[in-house]
């Protein structure tokens, strides 16, 4: 779906002419280019592993962390590592050499995985916003239980499949007749691409257009009016009514662990459509632009490479993120780190962290029972809004 440089291969203008033959340099920039390109990609790719890598294993590990939204982190998590695994090498390659390196199968499990997850990260997104929405709006409806969740996430991948086969079944790798590329010495190859085969050029218009409409705009639409329906409910629960009394110190410190943790889910909305939006632009730029042969190589050499880079680093600042906003997995990164080299200090009380640092845990009546069918940690039924995590 995202379109390598091989595509626009017999646009460029850096080939020479010989007859009927089109020679294209083996290496699409120069050593200071391609060495910026190979560290801004290393870094990302090194980022996205370690970050995402921690935060399945401090999910994974901690039964305190299991709850509904952190298995909704733990899925963006993954298919977050999917993108650093399968699409942050071959982008980089694909940016640096003329042509598609890889063979058929690389070309269509590239685009598969990377729209796969690309999608489910949105799905699971909205998914997040609605749980939230229950949660606040509506606290008193039935929770979400973690089967559920996991019914859901399964969900997700089976949608972000069903969007992605198209895409799957027309990429392919073609031979470009008459073009070949010339190396330092001056060896020749023939020049190969990876692209979507569609029957008629329309089909894929339309396919774009789908594509943009149903992981785009309509799943971050609906993020925006679930956060904002959840910002006004929160905004109303914390201003007392006329006469009534100030809210009690506990009160308002469970409303700043709301508040604080639904920033860190706004901006990871907010930072996925930013990071996404340029990629998006160029696609749809690609396929209803018209872009002369010197516009559209300067497109494919120099403006693509940013553009998948900053998508990808979405994948990479999401741990970022959670460590920043959420104290349950800022103590997961701290003790990740502080383990190999001294040895965690004795404690009393269960649990890795201390349960009384939890974010998402809340005080309960007296009389409220001990469990719930969301699990031990799951929030309980009363007169605050429930929240579980």
């Given at each position: 779906r995202y379109p390598s440089n091989g595509s626009w291969a017999n646009?460029?203008?850096?080939?020479?002419?010989?007859?009927?033959?089109?020679?294209?340099?083996?290496?699409?920039?120069?050593?200071?280019?391609?060495?910026?390109?190979?560290?801004?990609?290393?870094?990302?790719?090194?980022?996205?592993?370690?970050?995402?890598?921690?935060?399945?294993?401090?999910?994974?590990?901690?039964?305190?962390?299991?709850?509904?939204?952190?298995m909704f982190i733990l899925n963006l998590a993954i298919s977050d590592l999917l993108v650093g695994i399968f699409c942050m090498p071959t982008t980089l390659v694909d940016n640096l050499i003329t042509g598609w390196p890889f063979d058929n199968t690389m070309c269509k499990m590239s685009g598969l995985v990377q729209g796969m997850s690309v999608s489910a990260s949105v799905f699971t997104l909205?998914?997040?916003?609605?749980?939230?929405?229950?949660?606040?709006?509506?606290p008193f409806r039935q929770k979400l239980t973690l089967r559920k969740a996991l019914?859901?996430?399964?969900?997700?991948?089976?949608?972000?499949?069903?969007?992605?086969?198209?895409?799957?079944?027309?990429l392919t790798v073609t031979r470009e007749e008459h073009h070949f590329m010339v190396d330092t010495y001056n060896n020749s190859y023939p020049l190969y691409s990876c692209w979507e085969a569609w029957p008629e050029t329309g089909m894929r218009r339309i396919y774009t257009t789908v594509l943009f409409s149903h992981i785009y705009v309509a799943p971050l639409a609906l993020i925006v009016v679930m956060y904002t329906r959840i910002a006004f409910k929160l905004f109303k629960s914390a201003a007392p009514a006329h006469?009534?009394?100030?809210?009690?110190?506990?009160?308002?410190?469970?409303?700043?662990?709301?508040?604080?943790?639904?920033?860190?889910?706004?901006?990871?909305?907010?930072?996925?459509?930013l990071s996404w939006l340029p990629l998006w632009t160029l696609m749809l730029l690609m396929d209803y632009g018209c872009l002369s042969e010197r516009q559209l190589r300067l497109v494919a050499i120099y403006v693509f490479p940013f553009a998948h880079w900053l998508a990808f680093f979405n994948s990479s600042a999401n741990?970022?993120?959670y460590g920043y906003f959420n104290e349950n997995f800022r103590r997961g990164f701290?003790?990740?780190?502080?383990?190999?080299?001294?040895?965690?200090?004795?404690?009393?009380?269960?649990?890795?962290?201390?349960?009384?640092?939890?974010?998402?845990?809340?005080?309960r009546a007296s009389d409220s029972p001990p469990h719930s069918e969301s699990g031990p940690l799951a929030p309980r039924r009363t007169g605050v809004p429930a929240w579980d995590g």
């Open positions: 646009t460029s203008e850096s080939h020479l002419l010989k007859e009927n033959y089109t020679f294209l340099a083996y290496y699409q920039h120069s050593s200071p280019v391609a060495a910026m390109f190979i560290l801004a990609y290393t870094f990302i790719f090194l980022m996205c592993m370690i970050g995402n890598i921690l935060v399945c294993f401090i999910v994974v590990k901690n039964r305190q962390m299991r709850t509904v939204t952190n909205v998914a997040i916003a609605v749980e939230r929405f229950r949660c606040i709006v509506h019914v859901t996430i399964a969900v997700i991948w089976v949608l972000a499949l069903l969007i992605m086969c198209p895409s799957a079944i027309t006469g009534a009394r100030p809210e009690e110190p506990e009160g308002r410190k469970v409303s700043r662990k709301k508040a604080k943790v639904i920033n860190m889910l706004i901006i990871m909305a907010l930072f996925f459509t741990p970022i993120i701290q003790e990740a780190f502080r383990a190999p080299f001294c040895s965690p200090p004795r404690r009393r009380h269960r649990g890795p962290y201390g349960a009384r640092n939890r974010v998402f845990t809340l005080a």
